[in-house]
């Protein structure tokens, strides 16, 4: 089955920082891979998306992802954190059949001045 | 203009009680889903529907009864509300093969 693991439940960095949010996965099949943010008290927005064509993924925002099929990886980062970068990030995987997305736990992301 | 707009935001109710929550989508998406969000932020798929048709229906309790009128309309009727149903129920959207999946702002669930 297929599976995402975000390593860091909350990741703290200073703004002007280099963002690195760890995502792992598992699949049987090729994957299709996102990154969703989600702002307090508001729905899940899409950053990102990975689905087979180039490897190096940029998504608004300034973020970006690098699909690694040797590290099954597909880590999020952004070269300058903003305050309002400060959110949940979740990473994602498309089920075997493409019907429905796994999500991994989360990833808070906390951004001092 | 919302693309996936559920109605009510918040939504605070005794235990035993019935509640529903409605779910619209202007994306001309054929599929739509109502995901769990618990106390942990971990979110989970309860059900989809594809052209008004029962796809996933992932061993949720029957107290939950999913209503697609049309396919741009997917609701969540819940009986018998108990303290765990306590959550933030997202509906989602997407086009069919592609689980790219625009989500509402999410109904947040109290049971006292």
């Known amino acids: 089955a297929q599976s995402v693991t975000q390593l860091g439940s909350h990741v703290s960095v200073s703004e002007g920082a280099l963002v690195l949010l760890r995502c792992n996965y598992s699949?049987?099949?090729?994957?299709?891979l996102f990154w969703y943010v989600q702002y307090p008290n508001q729905g899940l927005q899409l950053l990102l998306k990975?689905?087979?064509?180039?490897?190096l993924v940029k998504g608004i925002n300034g973020f970006e992802a690098e699909f690694k099929k040797s590290e099954t990886s597909f880590h999020l980062t952004k070269p300058s954190a903003h305050m309002s970068d400060a959110a949940e990030y979740f990473c994602a995987v498309s089920d075997e059949s493409f019907q429905k997305l796994v999500f991994g736990t989360g990833t808070r992301l906390l951004v001092s001045p | 203009d919302t693309a996936v707009s559920q109605t009510p935001k918040y939504l605070v109710t005794q235990m035993g009680n019935d509640k529903s929550i409605k779910c619209e989508q202007n994306l001309g998406h054929d599929t739509m889903y109502w995901y769990k969000q618990d106390s942990k932020k971990f979110l989970k798929i309860m059900f989809s529907?594809?052209?008004?048709?029962?796809?996933i229906n992932e061993t949720v309790p029957n107290r939950f009864s999913p209503k697609s009128p049309d396919k741009a309309h997917l609701n969540l009727h819940i009986n018998s509300l108990e303290l765990g149903d306590s959550a933030v129920y997202f509906c989602?959207?997407?086009?069919?093969?592609?689980?790219?999946?625009?989500f509402g702002q999410g109904t947040r669930l109290t049971v006292v």
């Open positions: 990975y689905t087979s064509a180039a490897t």
């Open positions: 989602a959207s997407s086009q069919q093969g592609n689980t790219e999946a625009f």
């Open positions: 699949s049987s099949v090729p994957p299709y």
């Open positions: 529907y594809n052209n008004k048709e029962l796809i």
